[in-house]
């Protein structure tokens, strides 16, 4: 564990404020979910909450079928992280951070398609520096009980391919579908 030097009081509620600077850093805005994990030695572990996290072996899975059914790059996300990725490389998207981009996208619900050899390309992880690699894409939010809680990505892996109503229907459906298990 990396210590801080900040100390707090817990007030006569039992709330401990989490100072500006850990938030900022941490990416913890107000209302985000937080777990509360103790240890042995009578530590308490503030974790930012992921409830698409808790389907990652399962979203592995979807976006293995995804990449397979459509023969595109498939990343599923949470509202930080790439948590699945088939049909790209592992090292350079799973769980790197997602870009501002695509977290202001997340925040507005969009779908997002870019066009064929557009310079519009999203960029997916903040390491991106909008690079123009995966030029077709479809983003696709992923809602659960009326909040974005991660994306269904595609991408295309040759440079002229051009994203259509296949391809927004399908990262349309595997949205709906890993939204609909976190309502269960």
């Given at each position: 564990m990396k210590a801080t030097g900040v100390v707090r009081r817990i007030d006569d509620l039992g709330r401990v404020v989490i100072p500006k600077e850990i938030r900022k850093t941490l990416?913890?805005?107000?209302?985000?979910?937080?777990?509360?994990?103790?240890?042995?030695e009578g530590q308490v572990i503030l974790k930012k909450y992921s409830p698409i996290g808790e389907l990652s072996e399962f979203a592995s899975g979807y976006a293995e079928t995804l990449s397979k059914t459509t023969g595109h790059i498939a990343c599923i996300t949470d509202k930080d992280t790439i948590i699945a990725v088939s049909g790209g490389s592992k090292k350079e998207f799973l769980?790197?951070?997602?870009?501002?981009e695509l977290e202001q996208?997340?925040?507005?619900?969009?779908?997002?398609?870019?066009?064929?050899n557009s310079d519009l390309a999203m960029p997916i992880t903040k390491n991106d520096n909008n690079e123009r690699r995966n030029n077709a894409q479809v983003v696709y939010p992923i809602i659960s009980n009326g909040d974005t809680i991660g994306t269904v990505i595609l991408m295309s892996k040759e440079a002229n391919k051009k994203m259509d109503e296949v391809e927004k229907k399908v990262a349309q459906s595997a949205a709906t579908f890993l939204g609909s298990q976190m309502d269960i």
């Open positions: 990416r913890i805005k107000e209302g985000d979910p937080l777990e509360i994990f103790t240890d042995r769980e790197q951070d997602v870009s501002e996208l997340m925040e507005d619900k969009e779908v997002y398609t870019s066009k064929e």
